[in-house]
């Protein structure tokens, strides 16, 4: 079996883009940061949200059953910082400029890209569930604008200027 922290370890290597994942409904307004987002199709339009069951907010999603996912620039890294913190939900949205656009869940006003989308089905998976999510809205920033991922426990800008094409290079036999 692999150990947790060589587990932890390892995940840290990979960059992920940076989100505030929110929810407004019957069960109130929450949110939440993620970095386990990601497409599962185009066809119809979904993505997956992976989210601690014990977290204190998860219940108010899986009653809401809508969501958004808002991707994070570097000018927003506090608000990573924010959704993250013991602040109550209220308090929380004070930060930041919201709207709405389908489903009613709070959409960051100056967001790389959003996401608003229903959920569709909920997996559980150890300690954590998959939220199957069918995208019913998107709105995105224009393309100079550059996002925020987290990398090596650390945030840095990810956008146009390290862009590069990888060389192809013959097998080594």
Request: a negative charge; proline letters at 4%.
């Amino acid at each position: 079996m692999v150990e947790k922290l060589i587990f932890k370890d390892a995940m840290a290597r990979l960059a992920t883009a940076v989100h505030v994942v929110t929810t407004d409904g019957d069960s109130g307004r929450h949110g939440f940061t993620a970095s386990a987002v990601c497409s599962v199709t185009d066809s119809p339009p979904s993505l997956l949200v992976c989210m601690n069951a014990q977290a204190r907010s998860y219940e108010h999603f899986v009653a809401n059953r809508v969501l958004a996912v808002n991707t994070l620039t570097p000018e927003q890294a506090h608000l990573s910082g924010i959704f993250s913190s013991p602040l109550e939900s209220d308090e929380r949205f004070e930060y930041g400029e919201w709207e709405m656009l389908n489903t009613g869940a709070p959409i960051l006003k100056e967001a790389l890209a959003t996401f608003d989308c229903h959920i569709e089905d909920i997996k559980d998976v150890g300690t954590h569930s998959i939220f199957i999510c069918k995208i019913v809205g998107i709105r995105h920033a224009d393309l100079s604008q550059q996002g925020l991922v987290y990398f090596d426990r650390a945030y840095h800008k990810a956008g146009q200027q390290t862009a590069f094409e990888p060389e192809l290079t013959k097998p080594k036999r």
